[in-house]
């Protein structure tokens, strides 16, 4: 073939949009009940928002975006992420004066260019939820309950607990105030091993020795084992929050893990972040990921006001709902898959009854039935056979004999059950074949 799609990015045939779409609509569900208003931001903005807010000495900023020169010379980004444009937006638009708090949801598709494999690719859609108003360990608490619970939704049908299926991981990573001590005891038992870091680790030393942490390679990953934690650097406001949010969890009954080394790809992070990751799904297991930027509004020329988001990778969290090539997934695609097939298959013999079917056919899609139907004179059996194919539950036999005695065939395809439906004109039939869909 010629033409195959751009390496990383992926094409969603049916069976994979009704994953996604499912997956979705429960997300959407708990986000209104949350009252996060759906807001939609452009797909490319200008580089500097990236490097600004991402920071430039990130992986994503220095080797993952997908940067170019327009026609007028500007630099531009795919957008990795969507935090940065919707505060982008927020300042843009002048959202902070509004009531807080202000509470923003947006899915769509990120770009990283990053080596494709496993549940990462170059695009890939995210549920991002972004928080902005006062800096309270409450407002975290209730994120990570709503991702916990949105996470859960799918599991509930399949006699799964969250527990046996996601962990949540924590951790602080301090605010300005203490985070440059524990820089400085990081970056000083970190010079130690200088010589048996993997190159970018050597490189990201002097730069951004946090990132260290997130390093994938075995051997930085055991230096990293003994590095000293920022847990024990913070400082009285952060050790407070923290205290605070986790006696909250604890208090609600919600199960974490706390991961002192746990950092993010993404500068604008302070004190408290988390990831729920899916176990037995490998090395890129986190499902979710999210926490505080309470200076990132501030940092791009707007006000002062404390935020908190999370993202949900929506084909990574597929996977493991669904499963893949290698693995079970929790929940059978069945009852997903049945919505795919027509409810009802219109046989139509002979020109008239193609001309009046099709007529049929318009009235009962305009009253929710999901039906196919055939445009050319073929044998019953070829439609039939069709029909089957089509995997519709029911077909409605109506040809020139049919029309003439004011009487079709209604068959059942699933059960080879057939009856005969009386009607005076098309209207009152149709309303006929929609109560047997609705209660055969
Ligand atoms: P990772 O450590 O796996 O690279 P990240 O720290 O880069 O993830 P975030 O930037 O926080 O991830 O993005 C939030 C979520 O988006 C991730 O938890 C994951 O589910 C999803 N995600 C991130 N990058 C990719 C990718 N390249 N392909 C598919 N999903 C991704
Ligand atoms: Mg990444």
Redesign the pocket.
Known sequence: MKFQAVR?FKDWLPENFAKYEYLINIAKNWLKKYNFKEIKIPILEKTELFVRSIGEVT??VQK?TYTFQDRNKNFLTLR??ATAGICRMVIEHGLHVRPKPLKYFTIGP?F?H?R?QK????E???I?LELFTELNPYLEVELIDLALKILNTPLKQSGQSLEDIYTLELNSLGCFKCRPLYREALLEYLKKHKNELCEICKDRLERNPLRVL?C?IETCKEIVSQSPVITDYLCEECKEHFEELKSILRALNIKYVLNPRLV???DYYVRTIF??KAKGLG????????GRYDYLLEELGGPHLPAIG????????AISIFGDEEKRGVLPLDNILNKLKPDLYLVLLGKEAIFEGIKLARILREKGVRCETTYEDKSLKAQLKNADKLSARYALILGEKELKDKSVIFKNLKESRQENIDFENLKELSEKVYEKINYA
């Open positions: 990383g992986d994503i993952e990795p992420e990120m990283r990053e494709p549940g990462r690719l170059r890939f859609y995210q991002d997130d994938k993010r790809g993404l990831e729920i090395a890129q297991d986190t499902v979710a990921a999210g999370f993202a949900i990778g929506l084909e990574r969290w």
